[in-house]
Structures are given as structure tokens and as C-alpha cells.
């Protein structure tokens, strides 16, 4: 019986060579001359060594090569010198691949003794639609520090998970002319240093926008100092087109944002840069981290950072997801807040190291809130809640100390026109159950509340959890309770 396989088109033998693994694809082609130059026609090519075991780390970077270069040899490469550097050798494989009409292209980095650098000349593509770069890569700038060799024409999605210069990030942006989707990611990996991109975004065309910079855990305190220094830059969006935007960072100094007219969702998770636990009971009084009320003549220290500018130019969206330090930030880092007149969905996080203090002004900011999803119940006391929830505080050196000043209390749920009301991660702690006492009381508008239990309180407990809840007094008689 003939080998029927060897038979069939060359299409479809490379339609059959990319649904397994490259080096078993690879190795096909010393089966026979037949088989010798069909890997090009493969739809992927994956260089992985996570699942690769060498007997020793010399044969692990020696064999990985030496795989590569046969790989790519059977596209027919001329090679016209030695590439001893592996920088260079690197460089040759993504060139080699890219001459094929390359749509997509992954490259990782892990840690290693160097970085590695691309060189500008072979991120240039005519056909290139999505890039990935992630790890300890590096781009080559030119001597005079204004050009990049990079030009990506039909480029639509483009992550940079790199530790690059910060103003390579909006050249390499402005060389992607119609490019939509855009990931930057810092912070990831401590020892590349702190350097952040993401601080300037001006795109036209750009839809989507994921920005994460974070501060890694455990870092000394100059290097922390290195961190705050570039957040005292003025943070830069202008993107007309956006429509999702997903912002994870300390807060910055300063916030230049154009108008967000076609911004549908926002995904906020912004954090401050110090703890507030000292204004937990009075933001006219600044109590040190004992507790304690101090004089009159000691100013309370500012607050870093001012969001001001990009709460207003989210003014517009549909839906709204803020993390529990966001709830923090929107109150002290955003001295007025917007009508959020078309927001319909509106998610909050929530911890016990984090206040709800703006949650009366949020609230009363949205005239048209439909649906108010909450992850937790559970958040830290302050005085500053109003009607949005139920917590007492109590401020356990108040009765050696400065009387405080009272302020009147602000209702928001009366008026608040919410239908739905989603709760997550619901564990029937006291604290958690006043907290649906008092919003089922005082939402007006409720028609619909789902509570989501957590895994330890489901099957028996999740019994008595469903008895207290339908037992909870209920302002709107159209509302029904849900436990999922």
C-alpha cells in the first residue's frame, strides 16, 4: 500500500503540519524530498522550550538554537555571515519570518543574563496585523534619538510588555497609522527597572486601550523614589475613537485628557500613593497613625495626584468598573465630579482596607444608574459612607481628644433610580447583612436583587443565608431576591 498521505496537495499538507507541534512539524522534513520544503507553508510557528527538558542549561540554549536554525534553513535562507551574537541570531529568525507575509507575531523574553535587542530594521511589515512583545526585549533607537526604523501600515493590534525608554512608546504607537487595539503593560518583571509607558497616548484610529503599570512588591525605598518620580509627569490620552478603556496605575501628578466622546466602558484601578487611614473620620482633621487628633497648627499632608481631568473626559460611558483603591482616589484626588448621564451599569470592588466615602456623591452623579453590581460588601468604616451604607463609625481616641465636627449626612439611595442590584462574594457576616438591610430599604426602584454566595457558605449555610435575606424588610414591592 503506497503512502497516501505524501499524496495529497501541498496546501493541505500544510493545513495538517499546523495543527501539531513545529518541532514535530520540522522534523518531517527528512522523511523524504516530498516532505523537504513543506514547513512554509505551516499557518504558525511556535518556538516554546517550557516543555523542552535538556540535560543540562549549555545544551538547553546550544540545542534550542541549533533547532531554530534548522527550522528556519528550510525556508531557504541564505546565510551570508557567522551569528555568533544572540542578539543577531534572534534577529535573523523574526526577519526570516516576517519575509513570508507574517499576519502575527509573539516574541517573549524571560529573564536571562542580557536583554535583547530588536533591531528597528526588522519591525517592518506590510502585512503584520497583530504583535505581541513581552519579557526582556529592548529596541534599537538611532544615534539622533528622534527616529525608530519602524512601520507597521497594516498593524491593528499591537502589546508591548517591555520595559522600553518612555518616549519610544509614541513613536512605535505613531508608526502603527490605523492600528485599534493597544496593550502596555509595566511593571511586571523588577528587574527591568521603573520604566512606564502608557503615559502619553495620542492615536486617532486606536478603539481599544489596556494600560497596567504597576509597583512591584517589596522593592527598596530608592527604587520606590525612582517609581514616584516618573508619576510626577503629566499622564496624556487623546484618543477620539476609544471605546473600551482599562487604566490600572498609581495615580499620576496630573491627567491631560481630550474628550472620550465614543468611550462605552471603563475599567479603573487606580491607587494612591499613601495610606488615608488618618482621614478615615474627618477630612477636615488630620489624625496620626495612632489615632490620635492632632493641633490645629499642624497641617494635614496633601493628598499626591489629581484625576480631575480623566473622570470628567469618562463623562459619557455606559458602563463603569472601579477597584476598591478607585472608590479611595475619586474621593481625594477629584476635586469635582461629573454627571454621568448615560451611565447605566455601574460595578464597585470592594475590601475591608478601602472606604466607600464617595459613594454618596457617585451615586447621586449617575440620574440614570440601571444596574449597581458590588464584589464584596465588606469595605472599611469611615465616617464619610453618608446613606450609602450602614457602617457606625467610631473613632476610639474621640473622647481624649478634639471633639470633631459633625456634617450632615447626604441621602443617595432615595433618589437613586437603580432596578438591578448584583452582589458577589456574599458571605451573611453582620456587617454584610445591615448592608442589604439598608439598601433593600431605602432603593426605591429595586426590581431585581441577585446575590452570589461564596463557595464555604453554599449547601446548608446557603439555607440560612437565603431565610435572612427574603426576611429583610423591602421598600419596592416589585423587588424579588435571587440567590445564586
Not at 161 to 171: F, G, K, T, W
Not at 268 to 290: C, E
Request: proline content about 5%; charged content about 20%; glycine content about 4%.
Amino acid at each position: 500500500m503506497g503512502d497516501s498521505i505524501s499524496s495529497l496537495p501541498d496546501e493541505i499538507l500544510g493545513k495538517l503540519l499546523s495543527l501539531v507541534p513545529t518541532k514535530v512539524a520540522a522534523s518531517t522534513s527528512v522523511l523524504s524530498k516530498r516532505w523537504r520544503n513543506l514547513l512554509s507553508l505551516v499557518d504558525s510557528l511556535s518556538f516554546d522550550e517550557s516543555m523542552v527538558v535538556y540535560p543540562n542549561e549549555e545544551e538547553a540554549t546550544k540545542g534550542s538554537q541549533r533547532f531554530c536554525d534548522f527550522t528556519f534553513s528550510l525556508y531557504r535562507v541564505a546565510k551570508t555571515m557567522s551569528y555568533n551574537d544572540e542578539c543577531a541570531r534572534l534577529n535573523r529568525w523574526i526577519w526570516t519570518a516576517m519575509e513570508q507575509g507574517l499576519l502575527e507575531l509573539h516574541l517573549y523574553a524571560p529573564a536571562s543574563r542580557s536583554t535583547v535587542n530588536i533591531e528597528p530594521r526588522v519591525l517592518r511589515s506590510n502585512t503584520l496585523v497583530k504583535l505581541t512583545i513581552s519579557g526582556h526585549y529592548d529596541i534599537d533607537v538611532d544615534s539622533d534619538g528622534e527616529s525608530l526604523d519602524v512601520f507597521f501600515p497594516a498593524l491593528k493590534s499591537l502589546s508591548l510588555m517591555v520595559a522600553l525608554d518612555i518616549e519610544s512608546y509614541p513613536r512605535i504607537i505613531h508608526a502603527c497609522p490605523v492600528l485599534e487595539e493597544l496593550t502596555i503593560r509595566n511593571g511586571d518583571f523588577s528587574d527591568m527597572g521603573p520604566l512606564w509607558g502608557g503615559t502619553v497616548v495620542e492615536h486617532a484610529s486606536i478603539k481599544r486601550l489596556v494600560i497596567a503599570t504597576h509597583v512591584p512588591d517589596h522593592i527598596d525605598y530608592y527604587l520606590l523614589l525612582e517609581y514616584f518620580e516618573n508619576a510626577c509627569q503629566t499622564v496624556r490620552f487623546q484618543a477620539p475613537s476609544l471605546v473600551y478603556l482599562d487604566y490600572s496605575s498609581f495615580v499620576f501628578r496630573k491627567y491631560d485628557v481630550g474628550d472620550l466622546d465614543s468611550l462605552v466602558e471603563a475599567r479603573l484601578s487606580l491607587k494612591l500613593w499613601r495610606s488615608t487611614s488618618h482621614y478615615d473620620y474627618d477630612d477636615d482633621y488630620y489624625y496620626d497613625y495612632n489615632g490620635s487628633l492632632c493641633d490645629d497648627d499642624d497641617p494635614s499632608p496633601p493628598i499626591f495626584g489629581d484625576v480631575t481631568c480623566l473622570v470628567a473626559a469618562i463623562r459619557n460611558i455606559t458602563t463603569l468598573h472601579l477597584s476598591p483603591d478607585s472608590l479611595e482616589v475619586f474621593h481625594f484626588c477629584c476635586k469635582s465630579m461629573p454627571i454621568f448621564n448615560n451611565l447605566l451599569n455601574l460595578s464597585i470592588e470592594s475590601n475591608n482596607q478601602n472606604g466607600w466615602q464617595v459613594m454618596p456623591l457617585l451615586l447621586k452623579s449617575c440620574p440614570n444608574l440601571q444596574t449597581l453590581v458590588f464584589k464584596g460588601l465588606v469595605h472599611k468604616v469611615t465616617n464619610r459612607c453618608g446613606d450609602a451604607c450602614a457602617c457606625n463609625p467610631q473613632n476610639p481616641s474621640l473622647k481624649n481628644s478634639k471633639k470633631m465636627k459633625k456634617k450632615k449626612k447626604i441621602c443617595c439611595l432615595q433618589t437613586c433610580p437603580v432596578k438591578v442590584l448584583e452582589i458577589s462574594d456574599y458571605g451573611g457576616c453582620f456587617q454584610e447583612v445591615e448592608q442589604m438591610r439598608h439598601f433593600l430599604g431605602n432603593l426605591k426602584c429595586l426590581e431585581t436583587v441577585k446575590v452570589g454566595v461564596v463557595p464555604d457558605n453554599k449547601g446548608k449555610n446557603a439555607e440560612f443565608l437565603r431565610a435572612n435575606l427574603m426576611n429583610l424588610p423591602k421598600l419596592s414591592s416589585k423587588c424579588t431576591i435571587q440567590l445564586l
